[in-house]
């Protein structure tokens, strides 16, 4: 709403008060005009984890008689990224899409880069295999993805991966940086070629570190 609206709202609910309680849903609270928000109590939610997204997907599936299969709905949470109307929204257009809810159609719904491409990138990286990372990463930024797209995908799968701690905290840094230069509008194939060399360069690192720490133990 505009601040012109919130205004006239605000009007709205102070001729109204007496007889009308007014419940307002907002995504940013910082959006909603100061006399708005100190006319009513505030509640904050946190996003759904993602088990109770998928209990809620299977009632529905249930309930409108949906077929499915298990990593289809795992899909669906992961664009969702715990907002439950986006994961409704998912499951109702890869329905009204194709029929069937599986991998392969939600990501298409969707529109997203797939996240096992992504993850074989990551364990490319980790492997500090610069080469064939930067040709699975041309390989997906061809088929028409932007550089917002892959980028926010990999922050995703980074995140959500079963690196050590030290690892996945030096990538996101990485990451971060470099989805900070894409959003100021450096949008090039080189910046996301630069970001996988140099997080291949940190798994090499890495590597011998551990290899290090191993070899202490043994001595």
Do not use: W
């Not at 998912?90 to 529109?111: I, R, W, Y």
């Not at 926010?152 to 990485?174: A, D, H, M, Q």
């Amino acid at each position: 709403m505009t601040t012109a609206a919130q205004q006239a709202l605000r009007r709205t609910m102070e001729i109204y008060s007496s007889t009308t309680r007014f419940a307002l849903a907002c995504n940013v609270s910082s959006k909603v005009i100061e006399p708005i928000q100190s006319r009513c109590a505030i509640l904050r939610y946190s996003r759904l984890s993602d088990e109770q997204v998928l209990i809620r997907l299977k009632e529905i599936c249930t309930f409108e008689k949906v077929s499915f299969t298990p990593d289809g709905l795992e899909a669906i949470i992961f664009t969702a990224e715990g907002d439950m109307r986006n994961a409704l929204n998912n499951l109702q257009a890869t329905v009204s899409g194709f029929g069937f809810v599986n991998q392969a159609n939600v990501f298409k719904v969707c529109d997203q880069p797939h996240p096992t491409v992504v993850r074989d990138i990551l364990e490319l990286c980790r492997k500090g295999d610069t080469r064939k990372a930067v040709e699975t990463l041309e390989k997906l930024t061809n088929s028409g993805y932007s550089e917002s797209d892959v980028i926010g995908t990999i922050f995703k799968v980074t995140k959500n991966s079963t690196l050590s701690e030290n690892l996945k905290l030096s990538y996101l840094r990485e990451i971060g940086f470099t989805h900070m230069r894409i959003a100021e509008g450096t949008t090039s194939f080189l910046q996301l070629a630069g970001l996988v060399g140099r997080m291949a360069k940190i798994g090499r690192e890495n590597m011998g570190t551990e290899e290090g720490t191993e070899d202490m133990k043994t001595d």
